[in-house]
């Protein structure tokens, strides 16, 4: 059972393609992952919103790309 999270892969011209996810904060499962992939720079905190009149979240999180060839 792992933690509630989302994948991103992020891109910039002259840096190197990141694959990554984050996990939400308040996941049950958050601190017994089963594959370890869990760690703290990794969490974040999914705000729980109305758009529109319907649910959806936000999240505010930095991602750091290296430069270099994608």
Do not use: C, N, W, Y
């Amino acid at each position: 059972m792992r933690p509630a999270h989302v994948h991103f892969m992020v891109s910039a011209p002259a840096h190197k393609v990141l694959i990554t996810q984050v996990f939400a904060d308040d996941s049950e499962h958050l601190l017994s992952d089963p594959v370890f992939g869990v760690t703290a720079p990794l969490v974040g905190h999914f705000e729980r919103v109305l758009r529109d009149g319907r649910p959806a979240a936000t999240l505010q999180h930095d991602f750091h790309l290296l430069a270099g060839e994608p």
